[in-house]
Antibody
Framework: QVQLQESGPGLVKPSQTLSLTCTVS??????????WSWIRQHPGKGLEWIGY???????YYNPSLKSRVTISVDTSKNQFSLKLSSVTAADTAVYYC????????????WGQGTLVTVSS | QSVLTQPPSVSGAPGQRVTISCTGS?????????VHWYQQLPGTAPKLLIY???NRPSGVPDRFSGSKSGTSASLAITGLQAEDEADYYC????????????FGGGTKLTVL
């Protein structure tokens, strides 16, 4: 059973960089066949795809966030990470890491989510 | 504003059948990309409910079914139960957006 767990600060100051890490257990990021993804949900709102990464390092980002987002992978630690720069209050959301099956892009495993609040 | 349009809310009495629509266009559902559905219970992460338009993952009751036709997809829930009260999201891919997949705006199901 694959499990994903987000970790990182729950509070980030405006203009700083939000950094989160997702640790994957029960399966290897390097096994192929999947993208590793970040998805967020603003309070009381719907789901927004931030982007995803393949174990080789290929990335796909939401065009609306592309200029501020970096997703990276560390196969040795079976982890992948999110960096979102120049955050504002509009980036306050629950951030989920997730596994995305190729090629049909179904999200078959989700982390529990972590709330990140942007506030001074 | 998502490229996949869902009704904001639907409701039904226990035992009834409800459907949730997901309307797209020729660059997403109509282009043949798969549609997946997720159920999000209050305070929890979304859970895969239907994949590949009409397939149920192991453990999902057969009261839940999915279909796709043209530029739209639908989720049907029969024999509605109180525990089905949740938010439901459709998801697909849009070739015009040059990014990852897209989610519908979500539908709140209320069991009366």
């Amino acid at each position: 059973q694959v499990q994903l767990q987000e970790s990182g600060p729950g509070l980030v100051k405006p203009s700083q960089t939000l950094s989160l890490t997702c640790t994957v257990s029960g399966g290897s990021i390097s096994s192929g066949g999947y993208y590793w993804s970040w998805i967020r949900q603003h309070p009381g709102k719907g789901l927004e795809w931030i982007g995803y990464i393949y174990y080789s390092g290929s990335t796909y980002y939401n065009p609306s966030l592309k200029s501020r987002v970096t997703i990276s992978v560390d196969t040795s630690k079976n982890q992948f990470s999110l960096k979102l720069s120049s955050v504002t209050a509009a980036d306050t959301a629950v951030y989920y890491c997730a596994r995305v099956a190729r090629p049909n892009l179904m999200v078959d495993y989700w982390g529990q989510g972590t709330l990140v609040t942007v506030s001074s | 504003q998502s490229v996949l349009t869902q009704p904001p809310s639907v409701s039904g009495a226990p035992g009834q059948r409800v459907t949730i629509s997901c309307t797209g266009s020729s660059s997403n559902i109509g282009a043949g990309y798969d549609v997946h559905w997720y159920q999000q219970l209050p305070g929890t992460a979304p859970k895969l409910l239907i994949y590949g338009n009409s397939n149920r993952p192991s453990g999902v009751p057969d009261r839940f079914s999915g279909s796709k036709s043209g530029t739209s997809a639908s989720l049907a829930i029969t024999g509605l139960q109180a525990e089905d009260e949740a938010d439901y999201y459709c998801q697909s891919y849009d070739s015009s957006l040059s990014g990852p997949g897209v989610f519908g705006g979500g539908t709140k199901l209320t069991v009366l």
